[in-house]
Every structure is written in structure tokens, then in C-alpha cells.
């Protein structure tokens, strides 16, 4: 079946860090894959997105890479602030989008 | 744009008893998702609508849950009876269709069964 494995937590970094938070699946097919973050207090909101194998998606100075090869899809971003504070978590869809499916969730703390 | 309203925001029951959530999806939204999210974990999908229609409740706990959504707009998610288990954020999300789309969440409800 379909699922997401990612990267526990919670992450604690300094303001200014690099940050990878890791991210595989297994599914059947081509599922398209998600980051969605949720911010304190706030529902959750989509990151980025990718759709096909070796697409990347970015926002907001994050990226994510499709890799297929390796059914990873890490997240990324070279200099965090502390307004990036933030539960991330990654999802994927099926090909029908009739199923979704996310991680457990990484909580990443920010600190000046 | 308006954004997915949920009520009520927080909700605190007695085991056995019932309760009932409400979700207004983004207008022109056709599918409509009911999530549970218990502490530390990622999301769960409990059903999905595409307009009034049922797509998926493989997840749904039917001899407890069951959730509507007449005239394919407003939804309810219901909980009868309650289990100290179902102490979790109740999240509702629409998309404007199904395949890859983004979805919008709402605010969610906290639900905590005593």
C-alpha cells in the first residue's frame, strides 16, 4: 500500500541553518508528492508540490526534489529564519487523487 | 477568498456522548475531505466527497462516524457514541477537483472525549 515515512523530530536549529527534513514513500505507481506546513496556531497549508518524477518544487526558499530512483522527497532550505518555526509535513496522492496520505509530521524550532 | 470555515473550534465531551462537526468548504469547491489528526501524528482521511457523493470512507469507523453533505456544499461529521480514543483535531479540507489539486484546510476542531 501507499505511505510516507519521514524524518522525526522535533528539529531544533539556529537562525540561518541549513535545513534538510527527509522524506520517502512507497506506492504503487506515480503518486504526486506534497509539503504541507502548519504553523502554530494556523491550519495546514501547502509548501510545494511535485507532480512527476525529477520535478522540483520550491516556495518560500524551500525546495523538494521527486526522486524516484531513491522514493525520496526531502526538503530543503539553505538559510531557515525563525518565522519558519512550523510543524512539516510531507504527503503524497495517488495517481486518482482518491487517496492521500501524510508522514507523522517534523516540528522544526527556530531559534535567533 | 474566503477559507474553510469549521465549527466549533473546540469541543469537550463525556464518553458515550455525541458530537457533531461542521465544514464549509472554499466555494466552488467539489471535493470535500474529512481528516483526523491525533497528537503527534500526520493527518488520517476518514472520507471524501466529490460533490454529495461519496468517493472514499474505507477509513471511516462506521459503527461510530458518519459525516453528509447535502446539496454538495456544507458537510457534518458525526461521532455516536464517543470513545476516549476519538480525543483528536477534526480537519476539513476542499479542492476544486480531485487529481493532484491542492487542498485547502480549514482551522480544524479539538476535540477531547472525557
Known amino acids: 500500500g501507499n505511505s510516507v515515512t519521514q524524518m522525526e523530530g522535533p528539529v531544533t536549529l539556529s537562525e540561518e541553518a541549513f535545513l534538510t527534513i527527509n522524506c520517502t514513500y512507497t506506492?504503487?505507481?506515480?503518486?504526486?508528492l506534497f509539503w504541507y506546513v502548519q504553523y502554530p496556531g494556523e491550519g495546514l497549508q501547502l509548501l510545494l508540490k511535485?507532480?512527476?518524477?525529477?520535478d522540483k518544487g520550491s516556495n518560500k526558499g524551500f525546495e523538494a526534489t521527486y526522486r524516484k530512483e531513491t522514493t525520496s522527497f526531502h526538503l530543503e532550505k539553505g538559510s531557515v529564519q525563525v518565522s519558519d518555526s512550523a510543524v512539516y509535513f510531507c504527503?503524497?496522492?495517488?495517481?486518482?487523487?482518491?487517496?492521500?496520505?501524510f508522514g507523522t509530521g517534523t516540528s522544526l524550532t527556530v531559534i535567533p | 477568498e474566503a477559507g474553510v470555515a469549521q465549527s466549533p473550534r473546540y469541543k469537550i465531551i463525556e464518553k458515550r456522548q455525541s458530537v457533531a462537526f461542521w465544514c464549509n468548504p472554499i466555494?466552488?469547491?467539489?471535493?470535500l475531505y474529512w481528516y483526523q489528526q491525533i497528537l503527534g501524528q500526520g493527518p488520517k482521511l476518514l472520507i471524501q466527497f466529490q460533490n454529495n457523493g461519496v468517493v472514499d470512507d474505507s477509513q471511516l469507523p462506521k459503527d461510530r462516524f458518519s459525516a453528509e453533505r447535502l446539496k454538495g456544499v456544507d458537510s457534518t461529521l458525526k461521532i455516536q457514541p464517543a470513545k476516549l480514543e476519538d480525543s483528536a483535531v477534526y480537519l476539513c479540507?476542499?479542492?476544486?477537483?480531485?487529481?493532484?489539486?491542492?487542498?485547502?484546510f480549514g482551522p480544524g476542531t479539538r476535540l477531547t472525549v472525557l
Open positions: 479540507a476542499s479542492s476544486l477537483v480531485v487529481t493532484y489539486n491542492e487542498q485547502f
Open positions: 504527503a503524497l496522492s495517488d495517481k486518482t487523487g482518491n487517496q492521500f496520505y
Open positions: 511535485a507532480t512527476k518524477a525529477d
Open positions: 466555494s466552488g469547491h467539489a471535493t
Open positions: 506506492a504503487t505507481g506515480y503518486p504526486s
